[in-house]
Nanobody, 115 residues
Framework: QVQPAESGGGLMQPGESLRLACAASGSIFVYTMAWYRQAPGKQRDLVAS???????IYADSVKGRFTISRDNAKNAVYLQMNNLKPEDTAVYYC??????????WGQGSQVTVSS
């Protein structure tokens, strides 16, 4: 199994928007896919997930600001992040959702929000 490839991170100011992309190997259409993030010194936590029907779940901290989407034909998952806050600073990873065997974790994409 090949690890997912995340991209799109960067250094942002509070209130700005950013879109992360994830290229996953193999077919993802049978899996719930998710974005996770890990801040320095903290565990990796679920940010958002999207199941095969398009139903989504978000962490309370990002509800109303982040939107997860998927393109099964491209084996891609996206995370649109609006109104970024300093507490969103973390390395963001994509992988299968909770309850599914995980692909090897990728390098992630660093998002830093600072004024």
């Amino acid at each position: 199994q090949v690890q997912p490839a995340e991209s799109g991170g960067g250094l942002m100011q509070p209130g700005e928007s950013l879109r992360l992309a994830c290229a996953a190997s193999g077919s993802i259409f049978v899996y719930t896919m998710a974005w996770y993030r890990q801040a320095p010194g903290k565990q990796r936590d679920l940010v958002a997930s999207i199941d095969t029907s398009g139903s989504t779940i978000y962490a309370d901290s990002v509800k109303g600001r982040f939107t997860i989407s998927r393109d099964n034909a491209k084996n891609a998952v996206y995370l649109q992040m609006n109104n970024l806050k300093p507490e969103d600073t973390a390395v963001y990873y994509c992988n299968r959702g909770l309850g599914f065997d995980k692909l090897p974790w990728g390098q992630g994409s660093q998002v830093t929000v600072s004024s």
